[in-house]
């Protein structure tokens, strides 16, 4: 877990509190994926907004940028030895997910958390690009909300559905 140096007192707080490196830690247990690992870092609206222009083409804020490490088949990537097992990385502008919550009169922690499985599942190849696979995308991350809530001894998280977005 990377904490940009621009976060405010409070947003540090707020994604400490969040417990995300433990919640990515058991869904990756949850998952079966063992020896995976992955780079989660939480960032300011500047600077999610910085990286989604650099290397997705769009120049605007965020809550969650994804970027797998999986190859695409057939170009020939490798991952050295020493990378193998690596998922990719996950940006969370942690001042945007509690925005939104707020907006949505939600927990801004519950948000932060939502955000971290729902990375997660875009480094595993997870889409929701259309219903089906926006469909199976809440699943689990119902799934895995739920299993990290039963761990620590909460109720089961609401979990929004998916909508369709490429």
Same mark, same amino acid.
């Given at each position: 877990? +990377?904490?940009?140096? @621009?976060?405010?007192?409070?947003?540090?707080?707020?994604?400490?509190?969040?417990?995300?490196?433990?919640?990515?830690? @058991?869904?990756? @247990?949850?998952?079966?994926?063992?020896?995976? *690992?992955? *780079?989660? $870092?939480?960032?300011?609206?500047?600077?999610?907004?910085?990286? *989604? &222009?650099?290397?997705? %083409?769009?120049?605007? +804020?965020?809550?969650?940028?994804?970027?797998? +490490?999986? !190859?695409?088949?057939?170009?020939?990537? %490798?991952?050295?030895?020493?990378? /193998?097992?690596?998922?990719?990385?996950?940006?969370?502008?942690? &001042?945007?997910?509690?925005?939104?919550? /707020?907006?949505?009169?939600?927990?801004?922690?519950?948000?932060?958390?939502?955000?971290?499985?729902?990375?997660?599942?875009?480094?595993?190849?997870?889409?929701?690009?259309?219903?089906? !696979?926006?469909?199976?995308?809440? &699943?689990?991350?119902?799934?895995?909300?739920?299993?990290?809530?039963? $761990?620590?001894?909460?109720?089961?998280? $609401?979990? !929004? %559905?998916?909508?369709? &977005?490429?």
């Amino acid at each position: 877990m +990377v904490f940009s140096r @621009g976060l405010s007192k409070s947003d540090r707080e707020l994604a400490g509190a969040a417990a995300l490196a433990e919640l990515l830690c @058991g869904a990756l @247990g949850d998952l079966g994926l063992g020896p995976a *690992n992955l *780079n989660c $870092r939480l960032a300011t609206p500047i600077e999610i907004r910085r990286i *989604n &222009r650099e290397f997705a %083409q769009s120049d605007h +804020v965020t809550d969650v940028l994804a970027f797998p +490490v999986a !190859p695409d088949e057939g170009s020939g990537f %490798q991952l050295p030895p020493s990378e /193998e097992g690596f998922l990719g990385d996950i940006v969370i502008s942690v &001042r945007t997910a509690a925005t939104q919550a /707020e907006l949505a009169g939600d927990d801004p922690q519950a948000e932060l958390q939502l955000l971290a499985v729902h990375g997660l599942l875009h480094l595993l190849g997870h889409h929701h690009g259309e219903q089906g !696979p926006a469909d199976r995308m809440t &699943r689990a991350t119902a799934l895995l909300l739920g299993q990290h809530a039963a $761990r620590r001894g909460l109720p089961e998280p $609401r979990v !929004p %559905q998916l909508q369709p &977005r490429a």
